[in-house]
């Protein structure tokens, strides 16, 4: 059959599937301050804690899962602070299946929590050491406790995607039964692909009746892609940090989630996009970790028009290469002079000082100029461009 | 069809094509070098219809003869040429042995930036097939916005290139806006409608090109242009790295490829286009094997496949143990005892535990080995 795992033996992917459109609200839960957080390196001090929670509400996320109050101290502070603030967006924090755990949860005030426990059979033998009935005894004692003292419970399985597929689906009707609000489906080692993603949560969707939450891992680079799969099949909540932020390679990016539902998916979440791109500064700050310049949807160089190629475009109709425009995640339009350059980015760059150089002109300075940064091994600064163009009008007597 | 699928890299090109990024001749040999030895067959070298530089760092590609590693195959060498025929002109004179011939095909592009007809795009490329014909030489026929292109028409487009003698179509989905089933869907269907092979070139603007390569080739395309890292327009092509371990982890299919040169690949591709590689690059980024946080350090210490879908060494990483604010008392005692031959017992790992902690938080990073030994020597002297 389609599942299994070699395109020799795939066979057509079903019409059903490809026709596959995203119904209803979908709901972000971000974890940067968790998952985001708990990536090899990364430490938040609590005052950026709370400035990111504050961001994430701005921006208007529907929940944020801010932290691990078991770990204690500093922690647990940063947690009751962010509780205190009352921002509009639901407040969940992660525990492991354990009722210790919880109740430091509830010493904190949030109003919601993950539960988070194994599902794999790799993990329950190599990891936890117990068996498959323990995980389902933690399942149902953990989600009692925190269904008794009203939370909103989010049931995680993590390393769902190597779970035993009629074991996932005990687990997940163990949590229903026992209380749960709804399921999180972890892609923990990020080893999904859309295809695959789409079959597993559908038959969750179906059998549970659970609202389905996608937690993906960008290890192949598909977080985002199996994200909105899952959403296709019926999920509606998606676990998001800012610039993927997470456990080795990521989660799924918060900012190419939300612009690929807007722009791929025709979803749109009615969120601040434009903050985007400073939250993402900021979390980059934060973590210590710098904003690459190609980020996806983020990146400063995404609108900056260098080759001949769309700068031709842009320069007549910027719809002929942005899908959306940059103000709407905070960024601007800009035109470099370098080696791919042509005559459009010249003229555009030489209007933008106030000359109005002739085609003939252009044509000459486009070889020079291509030269010079293929010498320098970089982009041009305006003022290069500029120099060069008033040395042709000398040379010319003009 | 694992033998079926060709890998064309495009870090030359389109990767040299990113905002600021400028390979002198060297490094373009040197990274043609670095491909041919881990066995990529095929490459797009350059532009060189962008002047007399790009031909010599084309020809200096062409001349250093490179076969593609244990096979001894000659490696491919392509050069890309607009649909006109001085482009192809300039091609031919660098001694390629197959060009690129592209063109926008959708109608936004053929209205809005040439002002044209869709008719004009196809006389166009019959000019440049026939130009490239006369030079005796190999030709892709690539779709410039192909995933905004309406789909007739696009058929229409390969159709011809069909006709004109084209070993390969190339799809590329110029602004990365399709998503694994519509290209799915796409690639089908035109799979239907020609027997060309059929080339994936695909964007990374909302972070789907791994995906969305995969998907195409799940419904039938064989060849994937990608580029070391991932480098190319904007934010990028899908990453060779991510397609071939994805191929072969979660598909089983094994393009032939030395894997564990990736990381040392992708190093000398950073250093030449000035873009370092992000430490949570998917497959390549040193992070992606690095252990913190208690639950994963535990799970990784009692066995790798817990967290790791492969070994760190298939592509040249390490593994890395992290001490830091998120990190358990398991991993404490294992680093004690692994590398500083000092036992822990449950207790003394608890209390310091709870002091690296709070050393992390205020240093706000991981502690040092020195940083550690402090603090495991001010417990055990009684310092508060």
Redesign the interface.
């Given at each position: 059959m389609y599942m299994q795992?070699?395109?020799?033996s795939?066979g057509?992917?079903p019409e059903e599937?490809?026709a596959?459109k995203i119904q209803g609200q979908v709901y972000i839960d971000d974890t940067t301050l968790r998952d985001g957080?708990?990536?090899?390196?990364v430490?938040?001090?609590?005052e950026e804690k709370i400035n990111i929670a504050r961001m994430l509400a701005r921006l208007g996320v529907h929940q944020i899962e801010v932290g691990i109050p078991a770990?204690g101290?500093?922690e647990k502070k940063a947690i009751r602070e962010i509780v205190d603030l009352e921002l509009p967006a639901s407040i969940l924090a992660w525990n492991?299946a354990v009722i210790g755990d919880i109740q430091h949860s509830l010493d904190c005030g949030v109003n919601a929590v993950a539960v988070s426990i194994s599902s794999s059979d790799?993990?329950i033998k190599?990891?936890l050491?117990r068996d498959r009935q323990w995980v389902l005894d933690s399942v149902r004692r953990s989600v009692e406790f925190a269904k008794n003292h009203d939370l909103y419970v989010s049931v995680s399985a993590e390393d769902a995607s190597r779970a035993d597929a009629d074991f996932l689906l005990e687990f997940a009707l163990t949590a229903k039964e026992a209380g749960a609000d709804r399921f999180r489906y972890c892609d923990?080692?990020?080893?999904?692909?859309?295809?695959e993603t789409?079959q597993r949560v559908k038959v969750l969707v179906e059998e549970t009746g659970l609202p389905i939450e996608m937690h993906t891992h960008?290890?192949?680079?598909?977080?985002?892609?199996?994200a909105?799969?899952g959403l296709?099949a019926g999920a509606t909540y998606v676990n998001t940090t800012v610039n993927?932020?997470g456990?080795?390679?990521?989660n799924?990016?918060l900012e190419?989630?939300v612009?690929?539902l807007r722009?791929?998916?025709g979803i749109d979440l009615k969120l601040n996009t434009s903050l985007f791109r400073e939250l993402s500064e900021y979390v980059a700050l934060a973590s210590?970790?710098?904003l690459?310049?190609?980020?996806?949807?983020v990146?400063s160089?995404?609108f900056?028009y260098?080759?001949e190629?769309?700068a031709?475009?842009a320069t007549?109709?910027p719809?002929?290469?942005?899908?959306f425009s940059p103000d709407e995640v905070g960024l601007s339009r800009r035109f470099?002079v370098?080696?791919?350059s042509g005559p459009s980015v010249v003229y555009q760059k030489l209007r933008e000082y106030g000359h109005h150089p002739s085609e003939e002109e252009v044509r000459e300075l486009v070889?020079t100029l291509?030269?010079k940064?293929?010498a320098l091994?970089?982009?041009l600064f305006d003022k290069e461009v500029v120099e060069e163009y008033t040395a042709l009008r000398g040379r010319k007597g003009k | 069809m694992t033998a079926g699928i060709r890998l064309l890299d495009t870090t030359l090109r389109d990767g040299e094509q990113a905002v600021g990024v400028i390979f002198t001749r060297r490094e373009k040999e040197q990274i043609a070098a670095l491909l041919a030895e881990i066995g990529v067959p095929a490459i797009e070298a350059g532009f060189p219809a962008l002047g007399p530089e790009e031909k010599e760092c084309v020809q200096a590609v062409v001349k250093a003869d490179l076969k593609v590693r244990d096979k001894g195959d000659p490696l491919e060498v392509n050069a890309f040429a607009r649909a006109r025929r001085e482009d192809i002109r300039d091609a031919a004179a660098c001694g390629v042995q197959g060009v690129i011939i592209s063109i926008s095909t959708s109608d936004i592009h053929i209205e809005r930036k040439f002002q044209r007809s869709r008719a004009w795009v196809l006389e166009r490329v019959e000019e440049a097939a026939d130009e490239t014909k006369a030079r005796g030489l190999a030709f892709t026929v690539s779709a410039e916005d192909a995933s905004r292109t309406d789909l007739s028409f696009l058929i229409e487009y390969y159709r011809l290139a069909e006709k004109l003698g084209a070993r390969m179509v190339r799809y590329c989905d110029s602004l990365g806006v399709d998503d694994p089933f519509s290209v799915y869907g796409r690639i089908k269907r035109i799979g239907q409608e020609i027997s060309l092979p059929i080339e994936m070139h695909m964007h990374n603007d909302f972070g789907m090109a791994t995906a969305n390569v995969l998907a195409g080739l799940r419904a039938g395309a064989s060849s994937v242009a990608a580029s070391i890292g991932g480098l190319g327009e904007r934010t990028g092509n899908s990453p060779l790295e991510e397609v071939v371990m994805a191929l072969k982890y979660l598909h089983g299919l094994d393009l032939g490829i030395d894997t564990s040169r990736f990381r040392e690949v992708a190093e000398y591709v950073a250093g030449a286009s000035q873009r370092a590689i992000p430490i949570w690059k998917a497959i390549i980024g040193t992070n992606v094997f690095a252990h913190e946080s208690g639950i994963h350090a535990d799970g990784i210490l009692k066995n790798p496949a817990n967290y790791e879908a492969f070994s760190p060494e298939e592509v040249g990483l390490e593994r890395q143990m992290i001490i830091g604010k998120h990190s358990g008392s398991k991993a404490l005692i294992h680093k004690f005892a692994g590398e500083f031959g000092i036992d822990l017992d449950a207790d003394t790992a608890n209390r310091l535990l709870e002091r690296v902690r709070a050393a992390a938080v205020e240093l706000k990073r991981p502690l040092f080995d020195k940083e550690l030994m402090l603090l495991y020597k001010q417990l055990t002297n009684g310092v508060e």
């Amino acid at each position: 059959m389609y599942m299994q795992r070699s395109f020799g033996s795939a066979g057509d992917v079903p019409e059903e599937m490809l026709a596959a459109k995203i119904q209803g609200q979908v709901y972000i839960d971000d974890t940067t301050l968790r998952d985001g957080e708990q990536t090899a390196g990364v430490v938040f001090a609590n005052e950026e804690k709370i400035n990111i929670a504050r961001m994430l509400a701005r921006l208007g996320v529907h929940q944020i899962e801010v932290g691990i109050p078991a770990m204690g101290g500093d922690e647990k502070k940063a947690i009751r602070e962010i509780v205190d603030l009352e921002l509009p967006a639901s407040i969940l924090a992660w525990n492991r299946a354990v009722i210790g755990d919880i109740q430091h949860s509830l010493d904190c005030g949030v109003n919601a929590v993950a539960v988070s426990i194994s599902s794999s059979d790799i993990h329950i033998k190599h990891k936890l050491m117990r068996d498959r009935q323990w995980v389902l005894d933690s399942v149902r004692r953990s989600v009692e406790f925190a269904k008794n003292h009203d939370l909103y419970v989010s049931v995680s399985a993590e390393d769902a995607s190597r779970a035993d597929a009629d074991f996932l689906l005990e687990f997940a009707l163990t949590a229903k039964e026992a209380g749960a609000d709804r399921f999180r489906y972890c892609d923990t080692v990020g080893i999904l692909d859309p295809f695959e993603t789409y079959q597993r949560v559908k038959v969750l969707v179906e059998e549970t009746g659970l609202p389905i939450e996608m937690h993906t891992h960008n290890d192949f680079g598909m977080a985002v892609a199996n994200a909105i799969a899952g959403l296709k099949a019926g999920a509606t909540y998606v676990n998001t940090t800012v610039n993927g932020l997470g456990e080795r390679a990521g989660n799924a990016s918060l900012e190419e989630l939300v612009m690929a539902l807007r722009y791929c998916e025709g979803i749109d979440l009615k969120l601040n996009t434009s903050l985007f791109r400073e939250l993402s500064e900021y979390v980059a700050l934060a973590s210590g970790r710098r904003l690459p310049a190609w980020k996806p949807v983020v990146g400063s160089s995404l609108f900056v028009y260098e080759s001949e190629g769309r700068a031709s475009g842009a320069t007549r109709d910027p719809g002929t290469y942005e899908i959306f425009s940059p103000d709407e995640v905070g960024l601007s339009r800009r035109f470099n002079v370098g080696k791919y350059s042509g005559p459009s980015v010249v003229y555009q760059k030489l209007r933008e000082y106030g000359h109005h150089p002739s085609e003939e002109e252009v044509r000459e300075l486009v070889p020079t100029l291509r030269s010079k940064s293929i010498a320098l091994k970089r982009s041009l600064f305006d003022k290069e461009v500029v120099e060069e163009y008033t040395a042709l009008r000398g040379r010319k007597g003009k | 069809m694992t033998a079926g699928i060709r890998l064309l890299d495009t870090t030359l090109r389109d990767g040299e094509q990113a905002v600021g990024v400028i390979f002198t001749r060297r490094e373009k040999e040197q990274i043609a070098a670095l491909l041919a030895e881990i066995g990529v067959p095929a490459i797009e070298a350059g532009f060189p219809a962008l002047g007399p530089e790009e031909k010599e760092c084309v020809q200096a590609v062409v001349k250093a003869d490179l076969k593609v590693r244990d096979k001894g195959d000659p490696l491919e060498v392509n050069a890309f040429a607009r649909a006109r025929r001085e482009d192809i002109r300039d091609a031919a004179a660098c001694g390629v042995q197959g060009v690129i011939i592209s063109i926008s095909t959708s109608d936004i592009h053929i209205e809005r930036k040439f002002q044209r007809s869709r008719a004009w795009v196809l006389e166009r490329v019959e000019e440049a097939a026939d130009e490239t014909k006369a030079r005796g030489l190999a030709f892709t026929v690539s779709a410039e916005d192909a995933s905004r292109t309406d789909l007739s028409f696009l058929i229409e487009y390969y159709r011809l290139a069909e006709k004109l003698g084209a070993r390969m179509v190339r799809y590329c989905d110029s602004l990365g806006v399709d998503d694994p089933f519509s290209v799915y869907g796409r690639i089908k269907r035109i799979g239907q409608e020609i027997s060309l092979p059929i080339e994936m070139h695909m964007h990374n603007d909302f972070g789907m090109a791994t995906a969305n390569v995969l998907a195409g080739l799940r419904a039938g395309a064989s060849s994937v242009a990608a580029s070391i890292g991932g480098l190319g327009e904007r934010t990028g092509n899908s990453p060779l790295e991510e397609v071939v371990m994805a191929l072969k982890y979660l598909h089983g299919l094994d393009l032939g490829i030395d894997t564990s040169r990736f990381r040392e690949v992708a190093e000398y591709v950073a250093g030449a286009s000035q873009r370092a590689i992000p430490i949570w690059k998917a497959i390549i980024g040193t992070n992606v094997f690095a252990h913190e946080s208690g639950i994963h350090a535990d799970g990784i210490l009692k066995n790798p496949a817990n967290y790791e879908a492969f070994s760190p060494e298939e592509v040249g990483l390490e593994r890395q143990m992290i001490i830091g604010k998120h990190s358990g008392s398991k991993a404490l005692i294992h680093k004690f005892a692994g590398e500083f031959g000092i036992d822990l017992d449950a207790d003394t790992a608890n209390r310091l535990l709870e002091r690296v902690r709070a050393a992390a938080v205020e240093l706000k990073r991981p502690l040092f080995d020195k940083e550690l030994m402090l603090l495991y020597k001010q417990l055990t002297n009684g310092v508060e």
